[in-house]
């Protein structure tokens, strides 16, 4: 009986070893990916600024959306669906001064 349960117990515990390994590679591989992919659009920590930048997303259908993105500071409206991708605006210079403000702030605006 004691043999039984010491084979359990470390069956288990390689088990355990084990998954602690693949992890570990997974958390590795991770960031060695997120690392190489951010080469190319500046860095996380203290560097410069991300040249491509998600802002927001609209979905307006099952699997079609609007999605506003900055890329070098230049504001896209693209519409994406499930055969394409279509840029629909740009708005060129700062993106700050050009975010569109939300439809409610302006309805709340123009009454008195």
Known sequence: MDSTIGTALSGLLGTIIALAVVLGL???SLR???RWQ???LGTRDGGPERQLRFVR???VGQRERLVLIEAEGELML???SA???SLLRTWPG???AATPEP???IVAEERP
């Open 94 to 96: 700062d993106a700050s």
């Open 38 to 40: 951010d080469r190319g």
């Open 78 to 80: 693209v519409g994406v």
């Open 57 to 59: 997303a609209l979905p």
């Open 103 to 105: 439809a409610g702030a």
């Open 26 to 28: 997974a958390w590795i």
């Open 32 to 34: 060695t990916l997120r």
């Open 83 to 85: 055969a394409s991708i």
